[in-house]
DNA sequence: TTTATATCGGTATGTCAATAGCGATATTTT
DNA sequence: AAAATATCGCTATTGACATACCGATATAAA
């Protein structure tokens, strides 16, 4: 049998729970911030609209345990969820292609939440290399593989055309890149190991036209 | 009992089934442009690097009768999905905010495909308002109600500040806006009827940052 | 003409996540 | 000190989707 003592936290979190990680993590922070000390689920459900079971159960999965009447700890709540993101410390990324999204990428203040920071970013068109775009270099592509490996960056940002993909892709990979995060609309293709997050605009507008047309 | 010549097509279709379909379309487009006349699901799944029976269920949901041997008819499938997802009709939208993000969303020249077309851009700003980005003049907030019910407009873009998302989809709501496509991290709340479809970039940058600390 | 085969279309099974229900317990109230 | 209650934490059920399997059929080959 098992010892019952300590909370059990499964080795893998289920995705659905990461990918609403960083809506309960706003939420803790604005009542950190409004001077609350514990979290209840169901208060934190309340706020998001959300079934007080999922928000327990996911909130649970962090591994701190909670008190009844009270809720969970605040500020230790806080910290677990953002070491199983990840986001406890500060990561480096690079960003290739700056185009429109890149560029709105580069300027976009929210990452530092997330303690993500673009160290550098890499184009291919001469008429953009060496340009400053919201205080970062632009370089040239062939500057990647020895600057991501100097930094030893793990993160790599994909907003180029669609049809340089997958090229920039494997440059990334041969670089020693650890996941990409693809804002082409190109299904990638990566060695094992390395992982692809898909940021499709089309699929999500998808949904969202579909179900209205469809109610029509 | 029911007749069962004709092709049962379910009156809903799978949420997951639906944000693959532009994958599926773009690829069937490429394999029309190259001459191909029937699309089989077991090259399209190997294209696309999907199963091969998720494939063939998912072009089969599209109520086109296939052929052994052959695959479904090419043109036919094109339109049979380009319907479902409502991209057979031109759409306007209304974009709200036109911040670093709006400014890239009224420059993407990929939303051609999916017949989108932003009508208006507004936005809060007196600095803003008057300028013209990429061809669409910006209004103050105050036109919005009047230019929406005119132009018969459905979709509504918000790409504002977190603090202004809820006030900025209320005016939407109030306007007849029937679907938001929310690029801010607020959940927004509406009433039953208004569909919100939220891209959250924190969201998407959870699961590969937790899988990248994860592996480690 | 006959045989072989690729692909479709439907049914069954398995897996994962969301929901529901219930007991345990610490805090608050009386 | 005793009773009431809110909240946690666990287990079971439900449901949806992905996967696996199998029969039907039109085309191609022999």
Redesign the pocket.
């Known amino acids: 049998m098992n010892e019952?003592n300590q909370?059990?936290r499964p080795l893998a979190l289920?995705?659905?729970?990461i990918r609403?990680y960083p809506v309960y993590l706003r939420c803790i922070n604005e009542m950190i911030a409004a001077g609350e000390t514990h979290?209840?689920?169901?208060?934190v459900a309340e706020k998001l609209g959300?079934?007080?079971?999922?928000a327990?159960?996911?909130?649970?999965m962090a591994g701190?345990?909670?008190?009844?009447?009270?809720?969970?700890p605040a500020r230790e709540l806080q910290a677990a969820i953002t070491a199983a993101l990840g986001w406890d410390n500060s990561t480096d990324a690079v960003l290739v292609g700056v185009g429109s999204l890149g560029n709105a990428l580069l300027g976009y203040r929210g990452f530092e939440e997330q303690s993500l920071s673009i160290a550098a970013a890499f184009d291919a068109s001469p008429e953009i290399v060496g340009k400053t775009i919201h205080g970062v270099k632009v370089r040239p592509m062939g500057d990647l593989p020895r600057l991501v490996k100097r930094l030893n960056i793990r993160l790599g940002i994909l907003t180029v055309p669609n049809a340089a993909g997958q090229p920039c892709a494997d440059k990334l990979v041969a670089a020693g890149i650890r996941g990409i995060w693809n804002f082409t609309s190109v299904r990638l293709s990566v060695p094992d190991g390395v992982i692809v997050q898909n940021v499709d605009l089309a699929q999500s507008l998808a949904v969202l036209s579909h179900a209205i047309s469809a109610k029509r």
């Open positions: 019952k909370l059990a289920p995705l659905p729970t609403r979290i209840s689920s169901a208060v959300l079934d007080s079971v999922l327990r159960k996911d909130l649970a701190v345990p909670g008190k009844p009447r009270r809720g969970y």
